[in-house]
């Protein structure tokens, strides 16, 4: 199976536009204009979808991208992230936007293992990592339901130590077709 260069092609094409300074009109600070934070999944449909339909841009919010849109572990690096973002960039609201039809929603954690044993990871490994109590079946599970995935992300988020209780945090699921966008839970009812 032959690989696409993907490399060659984007440095080519950054190339120009650097020399065209074609990122003038992107210039922002590092600090968001609108003081939010948005986690949200990583799929491909919602690139550009999402900010446009929240009518976002370049420096408006801070966005971080996972599979899933989920807060995993009270001390992951979505987690991380939002911290950083209230205390070093001043965000006053988090939005964590799951979507429809989200493919960590279906997956098949047993054929994922298959697949990694069938690109050479060697079934001892997963065997050793098992011994050593990871349990990698339940870590790359996703979830069963995007209203229920976001509304524990959002409590997750909320009842962290180290988030202020002052700051807002939005659950919102998004049609990834349309953009229409459904709340789960409105962070000002809970300040």
């Known amino acids: 199976m032959e690989i696409k260069n993907n490399l060659e092609e984007i440095l080519k094409f950054n190339k120009e536009f650097v020399e065209k300074k074609e990122y003038e009109k992107y210039n922002t600070t590092k600090y968001p204009d609108k003081k939010i934070a948005i986690l ?68 098949d954690t047993d054929k994922m293992i298959k697949k990694m044993i069938e690109k050479g990871i060697d079934v001892q490994t997963l065997d050793t990592l098992s011994r050593a109590g990871i349990k990698v079946k339940k870590w790359l599970h996703g979830f069963d339901c995007v209203e229920e995935s976001v509304r524990e992300s959002v409590t997750k988020v909320k009842n962290h130590p180290l988030m202020p209780s002052n700051v807002a945090i939005h659950g919102l699921i998004m049609d990834p077709l349309t953009g229409r966008l459904d709340v789960a839970v409105n962070g000002f009812e809970h300040i």
């Open 40 to 107: 949200s999944c990583m799929d491909t449909r919602l690139t550009e979808l999402l900010p446009k339909a929240l009518d976002l841009k370049n420096g408006d919010a801070k966005i971080i991208k996972n599979a899933g849109g989920t807060v995993i572990h009270p001390f992951g690096s979505a987690m991380r992230s939002l911290l950083i973002c209230v205390y070093e960039f001043d965000v006053k609201e988090i939005f964590i936007i799951g979507h429809y039809d989200c493919g960590v929603s279906s997956m």
